[in-house]
C-alpha cells in the first residue's frame, strides 16, 4: 500500500508518532539533553498529514482518521504540498487571538449536516512542526536540524490555513515564550534535542507546560472520606457548582493532610453519589459509573495547566493544599481561565 500510494516503507497510515514527556523546569543544552530546539505547544488535535498519490489525509495520534472533520485543510494539503510528504503538526482553530478547543472538539461531535457550517463559522489551521517523508523518501532516521530545514523548504510559499510553527533555539527567546504566550493558549513549550532522528513511540521530546495555582472546590473525593484517593474538582459556573475535573491520585501525605478537614455533606448536596467517568474526565475512556464520597465543599488550592475547555479541566490537577480559611463562596473562576 505504501510504495503504490507514493510513501516509503513503513509510512502507510496510520502513523506512528514520536511522543514527549513532561518535565517541571526548563531544560539547559549540554551533555544531558545536547542542541535543544524550543517550540510552542500548540492547544489543538496532534495530526498527521499523509499527502500520497490519491490526496490527502490526517490522522490523529491514536490512528483514526480526521480528514472528514478538516476538509478545508485536506484541501490545502493537496494544493501545496507534493506527492510522497508525510507531515506532523496540530489542527488548530483561531478565536479573536485564543486557541480555542471547544470548536475543535464540536467539530468531532458534528453530523454531516451541520459540519460545513461550523467548517465555515470557524475555520481551522495546520501548524506542521515535522515531517517524516519528502517526496518518496523516509525522513525519520534524519537528525531533526536536516529534518527542520526539509520542512522550512517545504512550507516555502504556504499561505494559511497551512503555516510552519515557530522555533528558536535561543533560551531566553523560549523562556520569553513560555511567560508570553499563555493568554493565546498556547500550553507552553515542546524542547526537542537538534541531533535526534525521529522514534515514532518513543518519549524523546520534552514538554513544559505553563501551569497556574488556582483555589477551586472540593465537593467529593475519590476513596474514603478519611482516606481520600482523588479530589474531585468543582467551581461554581452559571450560579451551580459544577464538577470541573479531578486530581492526581494524593501521594498518602496529602492525603492524610487533606482527610483533617473533609466532612460529610451538611444538608442537600448538589452532585450524585455515582457520575461517568467522562463527568470526571472527558477524555477518560472509562465511561463506567464513578463512585464520589460527597464531603461538604471546602476551598482547596491546586496547580493547573491552561488547559480549560470552558467547562472544564482538560488535565488532572494536582492538590498543593487545603485552604479552609476560605468560603467556596468566593471562588470565582480564575482569570487564567477565561477564554479571549
Known amino acids: 500500500m505504501g510504495i503504490t500510494a507514493g510513501l516509503p516503507a513503513g509510512l502507510a497510515p496510520p502513523v506512528k508518532v514520536a511522543l514527549a514527556r513532561a518535565v517541571d523546569k526548563m531544560p539547559r543544552g549540554g551533555a544531558s539533553h545536547g542542541d535543544l530546539l524550543f517550540e510552542p505547544k500548540w492547544d489543538g488535535y496532534r495530526c498527521v498529514a499523509v499527502r500520497d498519490d490519491r490526496g490527502a489525509t490526517l490522522w490523529s495520534r491514536q490512528g483514526k482518521e480526521l480528514s472528514k472533520y478538516f476538509p478545508e485543510l485536506c484541501a490545502a494539503i493537496v494544493t501545496a504540498v507534493p506527492q510522497g510528504c508525510v507531515i506532523d503538526g496540530e489542527a488548530v482553530i483561531w478565536n479573536q487571538g485564543r486557541l480555542n478547543f471547544t470548536a475543535l472538539q464540536q467539530r468531532l461531535n458534528a453530523g454531516a449536516k451541520t459540519l460545513p457550517g461550523l467548517v465555515a463559522a470557524a475555520p481551522a489551521n495546520y501548524v506542521a512542526f515535522d515531517v517524516l517523508a519528502v517526496a518518496g523518501h523516509d525522513a525519520r532516521a534524519l537528525p531533526l536540524s536536516q529534518r527542520r530545514a526539509l520542512l522550512e523548504e517545504l512550507a516555502n510559499g504556504w499561505n494559511p490555513p497551512l503555516s510552519l510553527s515557530p522555533t528558536t533555539t535561543d533560551l531566553d527567546v523560549a523562556t520569553q515564550w513560555f511567560e508570553d504566550l499563555p493568554p493565546t493558549g498556547i500550553e507552553g513549550l515542546v524542547i526537542k534535542d537538534l541531533n535526534q532522528p525521529y522514534t515514532p513511540g518513543a518519549r524523546t521530546w520534552l514538554k513544559l507546560k505553563h501551569r497556574e495555582t488556582v483555589d477551586i472546590i472540593c465537593g467529593a473525593v475519590i476513596g474514603p472520606i478519611s482516606q481520600p484517593g ?13 464538577i470541573v475535573g479531578r486530581s492526581t491520585p494524593l501521594k498518602a501525605r496529602d492525603s492524610r493532610e487533606l482527610a483533617r478537614w473533609l466532612h460529610p455533606p451538611v444538608g442537600e448536596h448538589p452532585w450524585p453519589t455515582s457520575v461517568k467517568g ?18 461538604e465543599p471546602m476551598v482547596v488550592e491546586v496547580s493547573a495547566d491552561i488547559a480549560w475547555s470552558g467547562r472544564s479541566f482538560r488535565h488532572p490537577l494536582r492538590l498543593l493544599r487545603a485552604r479552609p480559611e476560605l468560603s467556596p463562596a468566593d471562588v470565582t473562576l480564575p482569570d487564567a481561565l477565561h477564554p479571549g
Not at 235 to 241: A, C, R, S
Not at 279 to 295: C, G, H, I, Q, S
Request: without cysteine; glycine residues 6%.
Open 278 to 295: 467522562t463527568a470526571l474526565d472527558r477524555f477518560n475512556r472509562d465511561k463506567e459509573a464513578v463512585t464520589l464520597t460527597l464531603v
Open 230 to 242: 482523588e479530589v474531585v474538582a468543582g467551581l461554581i459556573l452559571n450560579g451551580k457548582l459544577r
